[in-house]
Every structure is written in C-alpha cells, then in structure tokens.
C-alpha cells in the first residue's frame, strides 16, 4: 500500500518568514495530493489539494507544489501569520479502482506541528 | 451550515463497558469514515462506508464496529472498550471538493 513520509514533525519560524513542510509517497499510482490544517480542538480542515497532472497550485498565501518524478510534495506559506499556527497533515490517494481496503486510498503523513513566534 | 456532527466530544468509560460514539452529516455525501488520532501515529482510518448498508474495514478495524442504515448518519461501535482504544476519534464524509471532518471525540478509556 502507499507510505506518506513528512517532514518536519516540528517548524518554528519568525512570523512573516516562510514556512515549507515536504512530504514524500511510496505509490506512483497516487493522483491525488490534499493538504489539512487542523488547529486545537477542531478536526483537519482542507486547505489546498492538487492533483497529477498539475505541477504547482496557489492560493493567496499558499503554495503546493508536486513533483511526480522523484514523488514528493511540499506546501509552502509565506508571509506567516499566528493564525497559521497548527498541526498540518499532507495525504496522498491512489485511484479508487487501485485503492483496495481503504477505497479511498487516502494515507495521510503524520502530522507538522507549525509554530509561529511573533 | 455544512458541517460533520460527533457525539461526545469527551468520553471517559472503563473496560469492557460499550460505548457508541455518533456521527452525522448534513451534506448529503455517500462516503463516510471512521478515523483514530494518536500522537507520532497521524490519522489512521477503522471503518468507512460507500453508502447505506455499505461498510469496510479501514487500516485498523479490530475492536470496533460500525453501521450505516440511513445515509446522515454512521456510528462507531466498541463492543468491548479497552486501554489501548484510548485516543482522538475522528468522522468524516467525503464529498466532490474533498473531506469534511468533525470536531473530534476524545476517548479515555481506563
């Protein structure tokens, strides 16, 4: 099955440097990229996604970028703010038809925790 | 409001006493899953559901049970609560722009 690696498991950056969390996955057959922030006390929320056939994504202060060949993808934030301050999951899907016991096939990394000092 | 709706948010139980934590969307999604959150372990996923009557055992299913008889809503089960069950439960439903997840139950378990 898919393996998510993420790094690192703790960032702590000035606030208003970038932050860049990498996540590397097992399955080439991974078309599906998201990313969640979850914040103390909620559940993950989706922040950004991007699927395979896309090289970079952005969205105002929020980068993903993938690359398929050495299959590995990184969010980026830049000009951080305190409210960025969370746990951030990566994920990685294989196609459904591929997927086997989870159907979806989703596997998520385990989990950055973003600090941000003011 | 779109939203996923667990119950309880907190749950303190001893061993061996059965327990069912609630779940509930207003999405009208057919996917839903069950999902535990340890530390250094990430989100690991136990049960999920294609739809009505339509479930699957995820990557860690052993202990719990779930059900699924009206679309809104998918329970999780623990027959048999035990320590090593004690961790931060998670319900999602999946819809066209991706996953929405509850607000978390914590469950002790002593």
């Known amino acids: 099955g898919e393996n998510v690696e993420q790094h690192p498991s703790t960032l702590s950056v000035q606030e208003g440097d970038s932050a860049v969390i990498k996540c590397t996955y097992s399955?080439?057959?991974?078309?599906?990229f998201p990313w969640y922030k979850q914040e103390l006390g909620k559940g993950p929320q989706l922040i950004i996604d991007?699927?395979?056939?896309?090289g970079e994504k952005k969205d105002q202060r929020i980068a993903v970028t993938l690359n398929k060949t050495a299959k590995h993808f990184s969010l980026h934030i830049t000009e951080t703010q305190p409210e960025d301050s969370a746990v951030y999951f990566c994920?990685?899907?294989?196609?459904?038809?591929?997927?086997?016991?989870?159907?979806?096939?989703?596997?998520f990394g385990k989990g950055t925790h973003l600090i941000i000092q003011p | 409001e779109a939203q996923v709706t667990q119950n309880p948010r907190y749950l303190i139980t001893v061993t061996g006493k059965k327990l069912t934590v609630t779940c509930s969307q207003n999405?009208?999604?057919?996917?839903m899953s069950w999902y535990r959150q340890d530390p250094g372990l990430g989100l690991r996923q136990i049960y999920y559901?294609?739809?009505?009557?339509?479930?699957d055992k995820g990557d860690v299913p052993e202990g719990y049970k779930v059900s699924r008889k009206e679309k809104r809503n998918f329970p999780l089960i623990l027959e048999s609560p035990s320590p090593n069950q004690t961790s931060l439960y998670f319900c999602?439903?999946?819809?066209?722009?991706?996953?929405?997840f509850g607000s978390g139950t914590r469950l002790t378990v002593v």
């Open positions: 999602a439903s999946r819809g066209p722009y991706g996953y929405t």
């Open positions: 399955d080439s057959a991974s078309n599906y």
């Open positions: 991007i699927r395979s056939n896309v």
């Open positions: 994920a990685a899907s294989l196609p459904r038809v591929l997927a086997g016991g989870g159907a979806d096939g989703l596997t």
């Open positions: 999405m009208n999604h057919e996917y």
């Open positions: 559901s294609m739809n009505v009557e339509v479930t």
